[in-house]
């Protein structure tokens, strides 16, 4: 079978800060903003051309913004609702709006595109509306699954439900799961998790893992060891966004453990927003409780939001890499230091547990078992040559595996096998 010459894509990505340049750490916005433009410029780079739609909320920015660097692809802003931020699990009311508005933006500039493309339940929402008026075909990555993040989380049923929408949330992923062409799912884990929380089977699911910007995240040359940073000389880094369910407090329990046994090494803990939200405020309030409790002030930074120039130092210069998520559909930040030649010891609830061999090129642990985690930690830190290995272990799977530009293909191969229109 003969794959199929596309033109141009559209993607939707309606949640959250989506600038061409993304600033991280904000609220709803990271790892999959990076995953839709990376995924996007890796596309343009075969000559075709990518759209990525998301709302438009703050009136001082352009409706239609350019990617630095990649003509083929845009950033397009569609208005829906008031002009103001809504976060991700509110954002229902507006998509209605959001879809009717896109359809007519297409239609007045007459564009024309190959296929639809949206990422995550909100997006997904507003794909099948705008795919089905412009008779097009329809495909859909989730990202993460409400059922899955219930699970996880726990909590206070009727809370959660109120913070979270999980209901209405896992009604419309069933159904846009029925309604697309076809879908992807970023980890074999999180196919499980739709077999075993929506019993849901289909032979459209196809399992295509996030990429890494190898031309970014690689090994330290001389000259970038020696770079200047205001990091301790000696630290484990862990750079997530600041939110409820990436296992902050796991990591700062185990932590207590290793400073013990490893009398020189700090714990960095990157990620926020410039201008961090109640929730984020809040986690950020009890990572300062735990270090005060167990008296870490002194071993322990909270370094918040990591500028873009910062990032490769940060992960290149870090002993490890920890994730100690207890929920994580993939955990594109651990993807990035092992890219850098970084061991790292991650969840083994996170989608990561795919690409990570235990023991060859990483560390699988349950987070909510301090010593099991202090311990892989500790292993690490004492044995230097191990820890070499397992960062070059790290470093060769994902230059073999899982550049973007492996990614993009697999993605082509998927829109083409499943297009009949």
Known sequence: MTQKKFKHIAMLSTHGYFDPVPKLGRTDTGGQVVYVLELAKAISKSGIK??????????????????????????????????????????????????????????????????????????????????????????????????????????????????????????EELKIFKTVNAQTVTSEVQLEKLHELYNYYADNIIDIPPGVDVHTYHIPTEKEKKIKTNLPEKYIFCLSRIDTNKGHDLLLHAFNIVRKEIKDIYLVIGGGSTNPKPREIGVFDMMKNIIAEKGMGNRVKLIGYVPDEMMVPYYQQAQLFVLPSLFEPFGMTTQEAMACGKPVVASVFGGIRNVIDNGVNGLLVDPSKPKEFAEAIIKLLKDNKLRENIGKEAYNTIQKYYSWEAIAGRFLKFYSDYYDY
Not at 160 to 170: A, G, H, Q
């Open 50 to 171: 990518v759209d990525i739609y998301t709302r438009w909320f703050d009136g001082s920015q352009n409706q239609i913004d350019p990617v630095p660097g990649y003509p083929d692809v845009n950033v397009i802003r569609i208005p829906a609702g008031p002009w103001e931020f809504i976060p991700k699990e509110k954002i229902y009311d507006v998509l209605p709006a959001l879809s009717k508005n896109m359809i007519n933006f297409i239609n007045e500039n007459q564009l024309d595109y190959d296929l639809f493309h949206g990422h995550y339940v909100d997006a997904g929402i507003v794909t099948i509306a705008v795919a089905k008026a412009l008779q097009k075909p329809s495909y859909f990555t989730a990202h993460s699954l409400g059922a899955w993040k219930q699970e996880q989380m726990g909590g206070i049923p009727e809370e959660m439900e109120k913070k979270f929408n999980f209901k209405l949330r896992i009604s």
